[in-house]
Protein backbone atom coordinates (compact mmCIF):
# COMPACT_ATOMS: atom_id res chain seq x y z
CA UNK A 1 0.00 0.00 0.00
CA UNK A 2 1.28 3.51 -1.16
CA UNK A 3 2.53 5.83 1.95
CA UNK A 4 1.06 9.10 2.67
CA UNK A 5 3.29 11.99 1.75
CA UNK A 6 3.84 15.12 2.44
CA UNK A 7 6.31 17.43 0.05
CA UNK A 8 8.28 20.43 1.45
CA UNK A 9 10.18 22.40 -0.91
CA UNK A 10 13.71 23.74 0.90
CA UNK A 11 15.13 26.84 -0.60
CA UNK A 12 12.73 27.43 -3.42
CA UNK A 13 13.66 31.04 -4.63
CA UNK A 14 15.56 32.33 -1.49
CA UNK A 15 17.72 30.86 1.24
CA UNK A 16 16.24 29.53 4.73
CA UNK A 17 12.67 28.67 3.10
CA UNK A 18 10.29 25.77 3.65
CA UNK A 19 7.41 25.23 1.66
CA UNK A 20 4.84 22.54 2.48
CA UNK A 21 2.13 20.78 0.26
CA UNK A 22 -0.03 20.23 2.81
CA UNK A 23 -1.06 22.30 5.90
CA UNK A 24 -2.51 18.88 7.67
CA UNK A 25 -2.59 14.82 7.35
CA UNK A 26 -4.59 12.21 8.47
CA UNK A 27 -3.78 8.97 8.15
CA UNK A 28 -3.65 5.25 9.85
CA UNK A 29 -0.69 3.88 7.94
CA UNK A 30 3.34 4.97 7.66
CA UNK A 31 3.78 8.02 5.91
CA UNK A 32 6.70 10.09 4.59
CA UNK A 33 8.61 13.57 4.33
CA UNK A 34 9.25 14.41 0.50
CA UNK A 35 12.32 16.89 0.80
CA UNK A 36 13.10 18.87 -2.29
CA UNK A 37 16.23 21.12 -2.45
CA UNK A 38 16.04 23.79 -4.95
CA UNK A 39 18.51 26.89 -5.29
CA UNK A 40 21.18 26.06 -2.33
CA UNK A 41 21.59 23.50 -0.07
CA UNK A 42 20.45 23.31 3.10
CA UNK A 43 20.41 21.33 6.92
CA UNK A 44 16.74 19.99 7.52
CA UNK A 45 15.90 18.45 10.56
CA UNK A 46 12.41 16.70 11.20
CA UNK A 47 10.87 16.05 14.45
CA UNK A 48 7.14 15.00 15.91
CA UNK A 49 5.10 17.11 18.61
CA UNK A 50 2.26 16.15 20.55
CA UNK A 51 0.56 13.33 21.85
CA UNK A 52 2.36 11.31 19.12
CA UNK A 53 4.79 9.67 21.13
CA UNK A 54 4.24 5.82 20.54
CA UNK A 55 2.26 6.12 17.78
CA UNK A 56 3.97 7.55 15.62
CA UNK A 57 7.88 7.96 15.43
CA UNK A 58 11.20 9.13 12.58
CA UNK A 59 14.44 7.29 13.00
CA UNK A 60 16.18 9.64 11.33
CA UNK A 61 15.70 13.25 11.58
CA UNK A 62 18.37 15.49 10.44
CA UNK A 63 19.20 15.92 6.58
CA UNK A 64 21.61 17.41 4.23
CA UNK A 65 19.53 18.34 1.12
CA UNK A 66 21.67 19.08 -1.70
CA UNK A 67 20.10 21.64 -4.71
CA UNK A 68 17.72 19.47 -7.20
CA UNK A 69 18.31 16.36 -4.46
CA UNK A 70 14.97 14.53 -2.99
CA UNK A 71 14.94 12.73 -0.01
CA UNK A 72 12.34 10.73 1.75
CA UNK A 73 12.24 10.32 5.04
CA UNK A 74 10.28 8.19 6.59
CA UNK A 75 7.77 8.37 9.17
CA UNK A 76 6.59 5.06 11.11
CA UNK A 77 3.22 4.54 11.75
CA UNK A 78 1.69 2.29 14.48
CA UNK A 79 -2.01 2.38 14.66
CA UNK A 80 -2.94 -0.63 15.95
CA UNK A 81 -1.95 0.76 19.70
CA UNK A 82 -4.77 3.10 19.74
CA UNK A 83 -8.43 3.11 20.23
CA UNK A 84 -8.92 6.88 19.21
CA UNK A 85 -6.58 9.48 16.65
CA UNK A 86 -3.91 11.07 18.09
CA UNK A 87 -3.52 14.31 17.15
CA UNK A 88 0.42 16.13 17.02
CA UNK A 89 2.84 18.14 14.44
CA UNK A 90 5.30 17.35 12.04
CA UNK A 91 8.11 20.10 12.45
CA UNK A 92 10.52 20.79 9.90
CA UNK A 93 13.62 23.62 10.81
CA UNK A 94 15.84 24.40 8.46
CA UNK A 95 18.65 27.07 8.37
CA UNK A 96 19.94 25.88 12.55
CA UNK A 97 15.90 27.10 13.17
CA UNK A 98 15.77 30.36 11.60
CA UNK A 99 12.75 28.74 9.34
CA UNK A 100 11.11 25.80 10.39
CA UNK A 101 6.71 25.02 9.42
CA UNK A 102 4.59 23.08 11.42
CA UNK A 103 2.10 20.31 10.11
CA UNK A 104 -1.27 18.83 11.66
CA UNK A 105 -0.58 15.15 11.80
CA UNK A 106 -3.51 12.94 12.96
CA UNK A 107 -3.18 9.44 13.81
CA UNK A 108 -5.95 7.62 13.25
CA UNK A 109 -6.86 3.90 14.72
CA UNK A 110 -6.68 1.47 11.73
CA UNK A 111 -9.71 -0.32 10.39
CA UNK A 112 -10.57 -3.72 11.98
CA UNK A 113 -9.65 -6.72 11.19
CA UNK A 114 -12.16 -9.11 9.62
CA UNK A 115 -12.42 -12.41 10.76
CA UNK A 116 -12.78 -15.48 7.91
CA UNK A 117 -14.27 -18.51 8.71
CA UNK A 118 -12.17 -21.39 8.11
CA UNK A 119 -14.90 -23.75 7.16
CA UNK A 120 -16.29 -21.39 4.43
CA UNK A 121 -13.06 -22.02 1.99
CA UNK A 122 -13.11 -25.56 1.99
CA UNK A 123 -16.06 -27.57 -0.23
CA UNK A 124 -18.68 -29.97 0.58
CA UNK A 125 -17.69 -33.70 0.22
CA UNK A 126 -20.27 -36.24 0.09
CA UNK A 127 -20.12 -38.52 3.87
CA UNK A 128 -17.70 -41.51 3.06
CA UNK A 129 -19.01 -45.08 4.56
CA UNK A 130 -16.62 -46.34 7.39
CA UNK A 131 -14.91 -49.85 7.23
CA UNK A 132 -17.85 -51.21 8.86
CA UNK A 133 -20.50 -49.82 6.80
CA UNK A 134 -22.48 -51.33 3.85
CA UNK A 135 -22.79 -49.09 0.83
CA UNK A 136 -26.43 -47.34 0.65
CA UNK A 137 -28.41 -48.98 -2.21
CA UNK A 138 -29.41 -47.02 -4.81
CA UNK A 139 -33.15 -45.80 -4.96
CA UNK A 140 -35.18 -47.22 -7.21
CA UNK A 141 -38.44 -46.14 -8.39
CA UNK A 142 -41.60 -47.99 -7.18
CA UNK A 143 -43.01 -48.36 -11.00
CA UNK A 144 -39.89 -50.38 -11.25
CA UNK A 145 -40.46 -51.83 -7.44
CA UNK A 146 -43.54 -53.17 -8.61
CA UNK A 147 -42.93 -54.57 -12.19
CA UNK A 148 -39.26 -56.23 -11.12
CA UNK A 149 -41.20 -59.52 -9.67
CA UNK A 150 -43.24 -59.25 -12.10
CA UNK A 151 -41.35 -59.53 -14.94
CA UNK A 152 -39.14 -61.88 -13.79
CA UNK A 153 -41.93 -64.28 -13.30
CA UNK A 154 -43.52 -63.66 -16.55
CA UNK A 155 -39.65 -64.31 -18.55
CA UNK A 156 -39.66 -67.80 -16.75
CA UNK A 157 -42.84 -68.64 -17.74
CA UNK A 158 -41.90 -67.55 -21.25
CA UNK A 159 -38.79 -69.85 -21.23
CA UNK A 160 -40.93 -73.17 -19.70
CA UNK A 161 -43.72 -72.73 -22.05
CA UNK A 162 -41.43 -72.44 -24.96
CA UNK A 163 -39.52 -75.53 -23.69
CA UNK A 164 -42.47 -77.37 -23.40
CA UNK A 165 -44.36 -76.63 -26.44
CA UNK A 166 -40.55 -77.65 -28.14
CA UNK A 167 -40.59 -81.62 -26.19
CA UNK A 168 -44.24 -81.34 -26.96
CA UNK A 169 -43.96 -80.86 -30.57
CA UNK A 170 -40.70 -83.76 -30.62
CA UNK A 171 -43.05 -85.93 -29.22
CA UNK A 172 -45.74 -85.70 -31.12
CA UNK A 173 -43.40 -86.23 -34.26
CA UNK A 174 -41.54 -89.05 -32.94
CA UNK A 175 -45.31 -90.65 -32.15
CA UNK A 176 -46.46 -89.81 -35.91
CA UNK A 177 -43.04 -91.55 -37.53
CA UNK A 178 -43.20 -94.55 -34.86
CA UNK A 179 -46.65 -95.23 -34.31
CA UNK A 180 -47.96 -97.96 -32.29
CA UNK A 181 -50.14 -97.90 -28.86
CA UNK A 182 -47.14 -97.82 -26.71
CA UNK A 183 -45.55 -94.17 -28.41
CA UNK A 184 -48.94 -92.88 -27.53
CA UNK A 185 -48.99 -93.54 -24.27
CA UNK A 186 -45.34 -91.62 -23.76
CA UNK A 187 -47.13 -88.83 -25.79
CA UNK A 188 -50.00 -88.80 -23.38
CA UNK A 189 -47.37 -89.25 -20.21
CA UNK A 190 -45.57 -86.13 -21.62
CA UNK A 191 -47.98 -83.71 -22.20
CA UNK A 192 -49.92 -84.40 -18.88
CA UNK A 193 -46.10 -83.87 -17.31
CA UNK A 194 -46.25 -80.61 -19.30
CA UNK A 195 -49.59 -79.51 -18.30
CA UNK A 196 -48.79 -80.43 -14.35
CA UNK A 197 -45.57 -78.83 -14.44
CA UNK A 198 -47.26 -75.28 -15.94
CA UNK A 199 -49.80 -75.23 -13.28
CA UNK A 200 -47.24 -75.57 -10.26
CA UNK A 201 -45.69 -72.85 -12.09
CA UNK A 202 -48.20 -70.19 -12.44
CA UNK A 203 -49.25 -71.04 -8.78
Do not use: F
Not at 12 to 34: I, K, Q
Not at 60 to 77: L, Q
Not at 161 to 190: E, F, H, R
Amino acid sequence: MRHAEITVHVNRGSANTLEASVESLETHRDAAVVLRGHERPAHVHCRLDGDLDGVARIDGPNYYVEPDEVIGVPIAVDADRIDEPQTGELEVVTGYGAESIAIDLTITPGPPSVDVDESLSKPNRPHAASDGDEPSPKPQSPLVDRLGPRLDLETSTVAVVVLAALALAIATATAATVGGPITMVGLAIVAGGLVVALWLLLQ
